[in-house]
């Protein structure tokens, strides 16, 4: 794949746009039935909601995107060792979605850390996207689905 710095990085946007949009498909019908909560840490909600809609993501990520890594909020680490890594949050506003508020969204992030960095320190963002119910100042950095 050519450099960061390249026009052709957006060639990650529309395939992310497109499986956080079938992701907030999924979140859409689980917001329609109601979800169970539950407590991750001393106060941290979590859904089944959550959880389905990270494991669509890391599945799709791979697939489109086998050579990047997937950090997600629900717990997958995949591939951490990689040039490119994705940074879920499946459920984005789960606390409003679980008392049934229609603002939540499904986040990801696209970093890339060049070869020799250091695990705790950052790398350059290269994409974002985040698609949900209910913007209304999206950031001229983001795609929104």
């Known amino acids: 794949m050519s450099g960061a710095n390249s026009t052709s990085d957006w060639v990650w946007v529309p395939a992310a746009s497109e499986i956080a949009r079938e992701a907030g498909g999924r979140l859409r019908e689980f917001f ?27 599945e799709r990520l791979a697939a489109a995107f086998p050579e990047h890594g997937i950090y997600g909020e629900e717990g997958t680490r995949d591939r951490m060792e990689g040039e490119f890594r994705w940074y879920v949050d499946p459920l984005d506003g789960t606390t409003n979605f679980a008392h049934g508020f229609p603002q939540f969204c499904v986040s990801l992030g696209l970093e ?6 250091a695990a705790d320190q950052d790398g350059r963002l290269v994409a974002a996207i985040r ?14 689905c």
């Open 32 to 58: 329609a039935q109601g979800v169970a909560t539950e407590y991750k840490g001393d106060a941290d909600l979590v859904t089944v909601a959550d959880r389905t809609s990270e494991k669509l993501i890391r």
């Open 112 to 117: 890339q850390r060049p070869a020799g960095l």
């Open 131 to 144: 698609c949900g119910m209910n913007f209304l100042l999206p950031s001229r950095d983001e795609a929104h």
